[in-house]
């Protein structure tokens, strides 16, 4: 699997966009790019995901570089239930019989949000 | 609609006794995932359903660990003769499809003494 470089920690205020970065320089043409994150004693939560171009849904904005050597997670407001551990995640797509399924997680980036 | 549900929630066992732990997971998904999660390590996978293929058990860290899933549901962990490095947080994920998001359970915290 391809590797991601995350910074350890971020800090950010309530109600300030976060924007928390990621390398991923040996992306192949065909992985997808997945984050999730973990709140304090429970399980990861789907973030968002993309391929090429930068995505929006409800929790999360994600910019992907052009090269798609980096992206980067962006929420645009902070709140305290955002603090939690975030995961960038390389995934290469589905193919028949092989197990493409698993999720390889770093060690994410620890997101402190102060009031 | 319900989630994925993990039982027990806490699992405290002697050293060299076995413990099963069990994922229901989200009704309709074809894919399940066992991962687990120890102090100050990141998620590690641990092994994988989908549908009615071979399970992908690459991520399994020795023969002491199976596990199964029977009907194409509910799934079972087993660890036998349990050592004081198998203590870790026991994660289960399903998804409709494997290459869509997987939504976890809360997990099962097994301390082994």
């Known amino acids: 699997d391809a590797k991601t470089t995350q910074p350890n920690s971020m800090e950010s205020n309530e109600e300030e966009p976060v924007h928390l970065p990621c390398n991923h320089s040996?992306?192949?043409?065909?992985?997808?790019i997945h984050w999730y994150r973990q709140l304090p004693s429970q399980g990861p939560e789907y973030v968002i995901h993309?391929?090429?171009s930068n995505v929006n849904n409800r929790m999360a904005s994600l910019a992907i570089a052009e090269d798609r050597k980096s992206s980067t997670l962006i929420l645009h407001r902070a709140t305290l239930r955002d603090a939690a551990v975030y995961y960038c995640i390389l995934r290469a797509p589905t193919t028949g019989g092989t197990s493409y399924g698993k999720l390889t997680f770093g060690q994410g980036t620890i997101l402190t949000v102060h009031p | 609609g319900a989630g994925v549900s993990q039982s027990p929630s806490n699992k405290v066992t002697e050293k060299g006794k076995d413990v099963e732990l069990r994922c229901d997971p989200i009704?309709?998904?074809?894919?399940l995932y066992w991962y687990r999660q120890s102090l100050g390590q990141g998620l590690e996978f641990l092994i994988y359903?989908?549908?009615?293929?071979?399970?992908?058990k690459s991520g399994l860290p020795s023969d002491r660990f199976s596990a199964e899933r029977t009907g194409g549901s509910v799934s079972t962990l087993t660890i036998q003769r349990t050592q004081q490095e198998d203590s870790a947080v026991y994660l289960c994920?399903?998804?409709?499809?494997?290459?869509?998001?997987?939504?976890f359970g809360p997990g099962t915290r097994l301390t082994v003494l």
């Open positions: 009704s309709g998904h074809t894919a």
């Open positions: 040996t992306i192949s043409g065909t992985d997808y």
């Open positions: 993309g391929l090429t």
């Open positions: 359903f989908q549908g009615n293929s071979a399970p992908d």
């Open positions: 994920a399903s998804s409709f499809g494997s290459s869509n998001e997987q939504f």
